[in-house]
């Protein structure tokens, strides 16, 4: 059956170190994969996308790597500070057109002081 | 990047009745929409593909009489819960997609009591 999966429902560190979550996914050949920040009450912000054929790809402090091997991408942020804190989504992208997500549950990340 | 409303982000409503929510792209048009609901710590969950002009394009499992979708014009998609019941209290969340990107509304809380 398909699945996706994220690391851990919550990831807590400490200000300045650097957050990596985990997305991993069975039975789905995605085109891209994305990640997005999700606020509580509020809907999903686009971060980053990163294509089937790219290894790496980064936006200021953030890094995404992508496996399709491993079927394993992996979000960091580096220099955390508290206002990164929110849930992070995973969602796969099989036809490359933003056409039917599918997300994963996120991880909840709390960088505190 | 493109700007997707969604309203009203809160709705309280006596079971039996009707709720509409709207969603529109504000700076560009989308022939395509996507409504999902998120239950508490859950993922999203694609619900329906809104295409202007024609017919939604129902998930397995959603019931497309109690969950009508209208995309009248290139800007506004409609979803209507009727005959709502308190299983139906979830956050509705929509989206549009501008050259490839999906943009998330703000979503709407909906309460049946």
């Known amino acids: 059956s398909q699945k996706i999966e994220q690391n851990s429902e919550a990831l807590n560190i400490q200000e300045g170190k650097t957050a990596t979550l985990t997305c991993n996914y069975t039975n789905y050949s995605p085109a891209y994969l994305q990640w997005y920040r999700q606020d509580p009450g509020r809907g999903p912000v686009f971060l980053l996308l990163?294509?089937?054929?790219?290894k790496e790809k980064r936006k200021e402090r953030l890094k995404v790597t992508f496996d399709t091997t491993l079927k394993q991408s992996l979000f960091h942020i580096t220099a955390s500070q508290p206002a990164d804190s929110a849930t992070y989504l995973c969602?796969?992208?099989?036809?490359?057109?933003?056409?039917?997500?599918?997300f994963g549950t996120g991880t909840r990340l709390q960088v505190t002081l | 990047g493109a700007v997707v409303s969604q309203h009203p982000s809160r709705v309280i409503c006596k079971s039996g009745t009707s709720v509409k929510i709207e969603c529109r792209s504000l700076?560009?048009?989308?022939?395509?929409m996507f409504w999902y609901r998120q239950f508490p710590k859950q993922s999203l969950m694609l619900m329906a593909t809104s295409n202007e002009g024609s017919k939604a394009t129902y998930e397995q499992g959603v019931e497309k009489d109690k969950f009508l979708i209208n995309h009248a014009s290139l800007t506004l998609s409609t979803l209507t819960v009727t005959s709502a019941h308190p299983e139906d209290s979830s956050f509705y969340i929509c989206s549009a997609r501008d050259h490839n990107e999906a943009f998330f509304g703000q979503g709407t809380r909906l309460t049946v009591v």
């Open positions: 990163i294509r089937e054929n790219e």
């Open positions: 700076d560009f048009q989308a022939t395509t």
């Open positions: 969602a796969l992208d099989e036809t490359g057109t933003a056409s039917k997500l599918t």
